[in-house]
């Protein structure tokens, strides 16, 4: 049986084949031009839930932003190393993206370690309790699902404390989506932010 390595370089093969060999003159455009991406995404690094197989989306259209639980951190201008607000400046300021989406998931191992340590579970992990400590509070007994989905809605509030993402949306030029997978049930759901439910779309 072929290891995971050797599927992935089999996998650039028929990557290869799809793209370069059916479709060059698609390659050669987005080569020759620059990416223009209408959507920055930002999802979970969770490998059951990668966002260009999720959609089905092809290279190029997609500007994806991955990190632990699908968090967005505030606007902070303190000159510090800031990979998830770097990444969205380019996509909102400079690749001018129509559409800004965060996509967080059910049964996020992210979640789960932030309810454990609600619950005394004490960590050694020097990076992962202050990232998580972005989705703020949650109660000892929290439902991870439900956390995340609250996280879900704090990432979209910190989405707004960027000043170019508030002009942009103030302008019209921007919209923001808050997604959520059902994992185990196959749904896809969005926020309706104007009731705070969450709505199945597919
Ligand atoms: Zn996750």
């Not at 800031?82 to 001018?96: F, I, M, N, P, Q």
């Not at 972005?134 to 960027?162: H, I, Q, W, Y």
């Amino acid at each position: 049986m072929l290891k995971t390595i050797d599927r992935m370089i089999a996998g650039f093969r028929s990557f290869k084949a799809a793209y370069y060999e059916q479709r060059p003159e698609r390659v050669m455009t987005l080569v020759e031009g620059s990416q223009s991406p209408e959507v920055v995404l930002i999802a979970c690094s969770d490998s059951r839930v990668d966002p260009a197989i999720l959609t089905n989306a092809e290279p190029g259209e997609l500007f994806v932003v991955r990190n632990v639980a699908a968090l967005v951190p505030p606007f902070e201008n303190d000159g510090r190393y800031h990979g998830t607000s770097a990444a969205l400046e380019y996509a909102v300021r400079d690749l001018k993206v129509s559409d800004a989406v965060i996509l967080s998931h059910s049964n996020c191992g992210g979640v789960k370690a932030l309810v454990a340590a609600r619950n005394g579970s004490v960590s050694d992990r020097t990076f992962i309790n202050p990232w998580m400590s972005l989705m703020g509070e949650c109660a000892t007994d929290a439902d991870p699902d439900v956390v995340s989905k609250e996280s879900l809605k704090r990432s979209l509030a910190n989405l707004r404390t960027f000043p170019f993402v508030q002009a942009a949306e103030a302008a019209g030029y921007l919209r923001l989506h808050g997604w959520w997978f059902d994992m185990k049930a196959g749904v896809l759901y969005a926020l309706n932010e104007k009731t705070g439910e969450f709505e199945a779309r597919a």
